[in-house]
């Protein structure tokens, strides 16, 4: 076969080809944006007056912001706090359970997944619904709680949606997982007369520690950009109660009446850095255990 | 040793007996608490707007079709919203669907320069969080290319920020599947555009359809974009209009959930039919991820 530069070239071109509108659009619409971001970050602006360079003065006005370390941040870490754990550990029990001899196996797990589904619109619409003064929930618990206007109640109520709409996700990737553990090693380990606990303690966790790490870095990257059950359910409030950092992002970039883009985008800016280390740290405890 | 033999049995046979009763009311119950909100929500849009806060019931009575009729004849927006949404996935789907596989079908099996380094920006790229971006989608849609409040504005920049998860899972599939067919048709002569689309496109179906549904899922129900994008009422989809009925016409909420059944019905259709390939779909990139 004769590869001359000519056949090279062509090959080169045609694999450009290949990717160019890919190129293009993730060029323009995420790299290309991704720096301005940045840039934005550094300057004051609003749709109305060009951006202005103004140096790191976002960055400390963000971090100085009330709404930004009394509520936006707190707010994000207690729900991501609740949210992750309960979704993750919720999701394996119901992995674990559907993994055995189970009848109707594929009903459970359409009906698990079913929430996932949806838009978030819909789930916040329905749930907005439900938890009123006089909806179904006060109604079927006998009580009589705003649990959205609330200034103690709202967020555990999001926190609350968010796990029922997340956990059957989780539970297939955790299905998956589990349906990927050799089945020999339970069969050692049942004629080593190990008992069934035993057996989940020494096998089953340890295979699935990756998969676990995988579920709870989604968990905390998902958590700590919600915002559409925010948006839709409460607008950040009541008393900013439910503001996380991505509402409040926003908030200051197009709902506030004095818009501020660039502070808004250094907020997201510090957002990005806090997901970026979540994930590296997570690469790096699946590196060590692959060691 | 030995004296510790008889709890052990009596411990497995105790659990033994037991897991499968509770497995079972576990399962139900969350299937349970699943199933309900969605099932309510249909109950209660053909119950009459007084009742929007009746006792739960499971079938509705007294029944009524006012909901539906009320929500498709009295807002003249709704079917325009419906169009939109439907246009916007179907647009956003193929067009997310067949740049990703042949940009994966490049970095899986062509060799060209910059391969390795573009290919780890954009999986890299896959960590940026969408708010970051969401200021300079604003900014560009508005004063660069004009496409601010317009449904093909909101077509292309969807897409395009979907390409990298596309362009992962495409080229993931391509590097799985054997080398033998494109080797032969290659020998027989084919370009690498017959290649890709006679030889490769057929054999990628499975994976093809997998990202199409999680496309069709994800433009269907977009939210925070189109948000930021869309404008005017005409021309907002189906979720962003529902946001707004639901701050707007908080009084007549029955409407708002007649409404919301059009948003979830279709996918939940597509669901049902194509569950196969959303479950496979979600095992295969949930592991591959690691």
Same mark, same amino acid.
């Given at each position: 076969m004769t590869y001359t530069w000519r056949r090279k070239l062509a090959d080169w071109l045609t694999a450009y080809v290949f990717i160019l509108p890919v190129l293009l659009g993730w060029g323009i619409f995420v790299v290309v944006a991704l720096v301005m971001s940045l840039y934005f970050s550094f300057t004051s602006f609003n749709l109305l007056k060009p951006p202005q360079w103004i140096g790191p003065v976002n960055y400390a006005r963000v971090l100085q912001h009330p709404d =930004?370390? %009394?509520?936006? $941040?707190?707010?994000?870490?207690?729900?991501s706090a609740v949210v992750v754990p309960a979704q993750t550990v919720l999701s394996l029990i119901f992995a674990f359970a559907l993994d055995q001899k189970i009848r109707a196996r594929d009903f459970f797990r359409t009906a698990f997944y079913l929430p996932s589904v949806t838009s978030s619109v819909v789930i916040g619409i329905i749930f907005v619904w439900l938890f009123s003064p006089k909806g179904v929930i006060n109604q079927l618990l006998g009580l009589d709680v705003n649990w959205l206007y609330n200034v103690k109640t709202a967020l555990p109520t999001i926190m609350m949606v968010n796990i029922w709409s997340t956990t059957g996700t989780m539970m297939l990737i955790f299905l998956a997982g589990l349906q990927d553990i050799p089945s020999e090693l339970y069969e050692a380990a049942a004629i080593d007369g190990a008992s069934r606990p035993q057996m989940f303690r020494y096998i089953t966790i340890p295979l699935l520690r990756p998969v676990i790490f995988f579920v709870v870095t989604?968990?905390?990257?998902?958590?700590?950009q919600v915002?559409?059950?925010i948006y839709i359910m409460t607008k950040g409030g009541p008393l900013k109660a439910t503001t996380t950092i991505v509402y409040l992002i926003y908030f200051w970039a197009f709902g506030d009446v004095t818009p501020d883009m660039g502070r808004a985008?250094?907020?997201?800016?510090?957002?990005?850095?806090?997901? &970026? $280390?979540?994930?590296?740290?997570? %690469?790096?405890f699946l590196e060590r255990e692959e060691v | 040793m030995t004296t510790a033999r008889p709890t052990v049995v009596w411990e497995r046979s105790l659990w033994d007996r037991l897991k499968m009763p509770i497995f079972y009311a576990l399962l139900i119950a969350w299937t349970v608490l699943a199933i309900m909100p969605y099932w309510l929500t249909i109950v209660f849009s053909f119950m009459p707007k007084t009742a929007i806060f009746d006792p739960p019931r499971l079938w509705p009575k007294p029944f009524t079709l006012e909901n539906y009729r009320v929500v498709l004849t009295a807002?003249?927006?709704?079917?325009?919203?419906?169009?939109?949404? =439907?246009? &916007?996935?179907?647009?956003?789907?193929?067009? %997310? $669907? &067949?740049?990703?596989?042949?940009?994966g079908y490049a970095f899986a099996r062509m060799r060209f320069p910059g391969r390795g380094v573009l290919f780890s920006l954009i999986l890299g790229s896959? @960590? *940026?969080?969408?708010?970051?971006? *969401?200021?300079? /989608?604003?900014? @560009?849609?508005?004063?660069?290319?004009?496409?601010?409040?317009? /449904?093909?504005?909101?077509?292309?920049?969807?897409?395009?920020?979907?390409?990298? =998860?596309? *362009? =992962?899972?495409?080229?993931?599939f391509f590097k799985q599947i054997p080398r033998d067919l494109e080797e032969a048709a290659f020998i027989d002569g084919a370009s690498w555009f017959t290649l890709f689309f006679r030889v490769v496109l057929p054999l990628a179906r499975p994976a093809l359809l997998a990202l199409a549904i999680f496309s069709f899922q994800g433009s269907w129900n977009d939210f925070f974009l189109t948000?930021?994008? @869309?404008?005017?009422p005409e021309n907002f989809t189906l979720p962003l209009g529902l946001a707004m009925f639901r701050f707007q016409y908080y009084a007549i909420y029955s409407n708002v959930l007649a409404g919301s059944i059009f948003n979830s019905l279709p996918i939940i259709i597509i669901f049902f039919i194509f569950q196969r390939? &959303? *479950?496979?779909?979600?095992a295969y990139t949930g592991l591959k991820g690691v």
């Open positions: =930004f370390f %009394r509520y936006a $941040v707190p707010n994000t870490l207690k729900y989604l968990g905390i990257i998902g958590t700590f915002f559409d059950q985008s250094a907020a997201a800016f510090i957002l990005a850095v806090a997901i &970026f $280390v979540v994930t590296m740290v997570q %690469r790096r | 807002f003249d927006e709704f079917p325009l919203w419906l169009r939109n949404s =439907f246009l &916007f996935a179907l647009a956003a789907t193929v067009l %997310r $669907v &067949f740049f990703s596989a042949l940009a896959m @960590m *940026v969080p969408f708010v970051v971006t *969401v200021v300079p /989608l604003y900014w @560009m849609a508005v004063k660069w290319f004009h496409i601010y409040d317009t /449904l093909w504005g909101l077509i292309i920049v969807w897409t395009s920020g979907s390409f990298s =998860f596309g *362009v =992962f899972m495409m080229t993931q948000l930021i994008m @869309m404008q005017s390939y &959303f *479950v496979e779909g979600i």
